[in-house]
């Protein structure tokens, strides 16, 4: 029973670059969020999807594209990769009656 | 203003001890209550999820949610030094919880 699956767990990138934060869950939830973590600020909402083909921004969105093609994977682009991007990124699904279950998160690096 | 507001702590308790963990939030459409438990380098885990106010019991853990003075609470019984971890607490307006907004952590340390 896997959850939900982020895949690198670990990355460093140099400014300028750009890569995708894969996102996968196995529980059929409808929705699926997108959050960073840094130290005493808690969790800030980037991205969100209600269903497949439907996201919207949330707190924090500049700097990041999702998309949602199918009800399991929302993943997260980072277009061109900023210092200030240097984060602890968490994907989340949840559904109608099910509160938010988190995956195990993406350490980011940006030099 | 912060929407939630969380002590950061760090909290530090002898084993056995009871716990409390507090936020207070401002903005009155939340329905939706929840303390997560996160432990170093993982993902958040949910512990307790109440909708509107009253309290919610779970083995060790008690969730209390007051709405007309915008503040929650979760206790630790007889707390274990399995439960050192940062606390977050959270809540939404919607079903589904998509758009949660957390606090920064309660970082609670139980010694034995």
């Known amino acids: 029973n896997a959850g939900v699956t982020q895949t690198p767990k670990f990355q460093v990138l140099k400014t300028g670059q750009s890569m995708t934060l894969q996102c996968a869950q196995d529980?059929?939830?409808?929705?699926m969020s997108w959050y960073r973590q840094d130290p005493g600020m808690g969790l800030r909402l980037i991205h969100y999807?209600?269903?497949?083909?439907?996201?919207d921004q949330g707190e924090v969105p500049n700097g990041y594209n999702v998309s949602r093609s199918t009800t399991e994977d929302f993943p997260l682009r980072l277009l061109s990769a900023a210092p200030s991007q240097t984060s602890v990124y968490f994907c989340?699904?949840?559904?109608?009656?099910?509160?938010?279950?988190f995956g195990d998160g993406t350490r980011l690096s940006i030099l | 203003q912060k929407e939630v507001e969380q002590d950061p702590g760090p909290l530090s308790v002898p084993e056995g001890a009871i716990v409390s963990l507090n936020c207070t939030y401002s903005?009155?459409?939340?329905?939706?209550f929840m303390w997560y438990r996160q432990y170093s380098r993982k993902g958040p885990e949910l512990l307790m999820y109440t909708y509107s106010s009253g309290n919610k019991e779970d083995g060790r853990f008690t969730a209390q949610v007051d709405k007309s003075s915008k503040y929650i609470s979760l206790f630790i019984r007889d707390s274990q030094p399995s439960d050192s971890a940062t606390y977050l607490c959270a809540m939404s307006i919607n079903t589904g919880g998509f758009k949660t907004i957390f606090g920064a952590g309660t970082r609670l340390f139980v010694k034995a």
């Open positions: 999807s209600v269903g497949a083909g439907i996201t």
């Open positions: 903005n009155s459409a939340f329905q939706y």
């Open positions: 529980m059929n939830h409808e929705y």
């Open positions: 989340a699904s949840s559904s109608i009656d099910q509160p938010q279950h």
